[in-house]
């Protein structure tokens, strides 16, 4: 149904505010939510009826009650689609097949042989199918595909603009995939996206003001403030490991000396980690191993981290002054041993009490991310630019293997 002018923005708000209002506090009635949101039943009953037209929201059963039978509950139909999520790595892709929650349906890693972007481009097109088999809905529709990345993105062109660990300068990829699955594809920082979905159905759902701190490969914190991801003027708002953390030190992947993902991302750790034992074989498992175990050198190394970071924290902190930070990557996985400190040093040096920091982190929290990306478009929700003529699910088209030819 088309409407005119006023009306069609009325509508389209109406619509954001219902479905956001499911999102955050489940199921609701009719009367209940024309009482929260302050709409009148006739504007309700108008967007959710439209919501159960495209399959987007369902309603539940009735529960009686001491009264009579309760009014109809309506919910977000979190299966109604599909979204594809992309989370690219040096040497290796995240894949992840989710239901409109984010929640995994089907997951894999592919390797990565190469960085040209045509050939990038070919083996994400080519996954797609592989996801949906996997997830086995072989009917069910695909709402789109986010692809989550460390480097500097442009949101309004969906165009990796800089990244350092590809050697991309200006590389238009979600145009590139868009061009071979016909559906729409999103493009992010792979910090930016995981703050997406912690904001959107993650620890951050209730808040308005936070810090996303990602601690990996790299070092990111994304901030979100008034409710919006805050990106900067150039797109390379969070880039907070590359905060100076000591004069002329380690070389950092930027070519600039002594950032802070130099000595502590945890990849660092483990370069330093290997420096101090003479032993070039040991990864993060060994790592975990040693915390666990009580090694005192790998307890110190780790604490050292975690108060380098903590320490450059609460400089943010202090200037943006967060509800709650959420903590993920893949250093969260140490444990206490690293968090401890961390939290230690945040306390020690931020002007006001320091907000919990609070640790959320699977294995698929990267691409769960980049899902995300494709998710938000249905609540109208702070959306990153993407690469799509489709305006809303209405109409994506079903996935089959030929999609990805």
């Not at 072989?138 to 990345?149: E, H, N, Q, R, V």
């Not at 990244?163 to 145009?175: E, I, K, T, Y």
């Not at 968090?339 to 919990?356: D, G, H, K, N, V």
């Not at 769960?368 to 990306?373: E, S, V």
């Amino acid at each position: 149904m088309k409407l005119k002018g006023d009306q069609t923005t009325a509508r389209a708000m109406n619509r954001r505010l219902i479905l956001n209002l499911l999102r955050r506090e489940g199921p609701r009635s009719r009367a209940d939510i024309a009482t929260v949101i302050g709409l009148s039943p006739a504007a309700v009953t108008f967007v959710v009826s439209d919501l159960l037209e495209e399959g987007i929201v369902i309603e539940g059963k009735t529960v009686p009650g001491l009264t009579g039978r309760r009014p109809i509950p309506v919910d977000i139909n979190y299966e109604h689609a599909l979204a594809v999520g992309f989370k690219l790595m040096v040497d290796s892709v995240e894949c992840v097949a989710t239901d409109l929650a984010t929640n995994p349906v089907a997951a894999m890693r592919v390797s990565l042989d190469g960085h040209a972007p045509d050939k990038v481009a070919d083996l994400l097109a080519g996954t797609v199918p592989e996801l949906v088999k996997l997830a086995g809905r072989p009917d069910a529709k695909l709402a789109g595909i986010g692809i989550s990345m460390p480097g500097v993105i442009n949101h309004e062109q969906t165009a990796c603009v800089r990244s350092h660990r590809f050697s991309w300068d200006n590389v238009p990829l979600a145009s590139l995939v868009a061009s071979r699955v016909h559906v729409p594809v999103w493009l992010e920082d792979d910090t930016n996206a995981y703050a997406i979905a912690q904001q959107l159905f993650g620890l951050g759902r209730q808040h308005r003001n936070m810090a996303v701190l990602a601690v990996g490969v790299g070092i990111g914190c994304a901030l979100v403030i008034d409710g919006k991801l805050y990106r900067g003027a150039n797109g390379a708002a969070g880039k907070f490991g590359h905060t100076l953390y000591e004069e002329n030190g380690r070389l950092c992947e930027c070519g600039k000396r002594g950032c802070l993902m130099a000595y502590h991302s945890q990849i660092s750790m483990l370069r330093r980690w290997r420096e101090a034992t003479g032993r070039e074989e040991l990864g993060l498992q060994e790592l975990t191993a040693a915390l666990a175990s009580g090694d005192a050198a790998a307890l110190a190394l780790v604490a050292d981290s975690g108060r380098g970071i903590g320490t450059a924290l609460a400089n943010l902190v202090n200037i943006t002054d967060p509800e709650v930070i959420v903590a993920g990557g893949e250093a969260v996985s140490l444990g206490d041993p690293f968090l401890t400190p961390l939290r230690e040093a945040l306390s020690a040096r931020t002007f006001r009490t320091a907000p919990p920091l609070l640790p959320d982190w699977e294995d698929n929290s990267w691409a769960r991310g980049a899902a995300a990306l494709v998710t938000q478009k249905i609540f109208d929700f702070e959306s990153s630019g993407g690469i799509t003529d489709i305006a809303n699910l209405t109409g994506v088209r079903p996935v089959d293997s030929s999609s990805a030819a």
